[in-house]
C-alpha cells in the first residue's frame, strides 16, 4: 500500500510557474513509477507525464512538453512537478499516482495507487 498526498496546487496567472509536490508513505517508493495526471470536469484523466523507478527515465505529453517537469526525491519519499509558462487550459486537478507496471504507462488503468489530487486554476 501506497499514501499519496498532493500539495502545491492554487491560483495563479498566466505565464506563472507551480511546483506541485507529493508526499508517499507506506511501501518503498523507490520500486513505483510516479506520474503525474490531471483532470477537468466533464473529461477523462489524462496523462501529464511520469518518471520511471528505475532509469529515471521521463515521458511527458505534448501540451506540456518543454515547460513542466518532473523529478522525484528517493530519499525524502516525494515527487515533484515544476510547472512553468502555465496557460489557462492547464487549468485542472492535478493527480499524483503510483505504479509497478512495464515502462511507458500513460494510463490511468495501469497505476496502482492515486493521491486526492491539488486544483491548479490558471488565470487569464
Known amino acids: 500500500q501506497v499514501r499519496l498526498v498532493e500539495s502545491g496546487g492554487g491560483l495563479v496567472q498566466a505565464g506563472d510557474s507551480l511546483r506541485l509536490s507529493c508526499a508517499a508513505s507506506?511501501?518503498?517508493?523507490?520500486?513505483?513509477?510516479m506520474a503525474w495526471f490531471r483532470q477537468t470536469p466533464g473529461k477523462e484523466r489524462e496523462f501529464v507525464t511520469s518518471?520511471?523507478?528505475?532509469?529515471?527515465?521521463?515521458d511527458y505529453a505534448d501540451s506540456v512538453e518543454g515547460r513542466f517537469t518532473i523529478s522525484r526525491d528517493n530519499a525524502k519519499n516525494t515527487v515533484y512537478l515544476q510547472m512553468n509558462s502555465l496557460n489557462v487550459d492547464d487549468t485542472a486537478v492535478y493527480y499524483c499516482?503510483?505504479?509497478?507496471?512495464?515502462?511507458?504507462?500513460?494510463?490511468?488503468?495501469?497505476?496502482?495507487?492515486w493521491g486526492r489530487g491539488t486544483q491548479v486554476t490558471v488565470s487569464s
Open positions: 499516482a503510483a505504479g509497478r507496471g512495464p515502462d511507458g504507462m500513460i494510463w490511468e488503468r495501469e497505476y496502482d495507487y
Open positions: 518518471i520511471r523507478w528505475n532509469s529515471g527515465s521521463t
Open positions: 507506506g511501501d518503498t517508493f523507490s520500486w513505483y513509477t
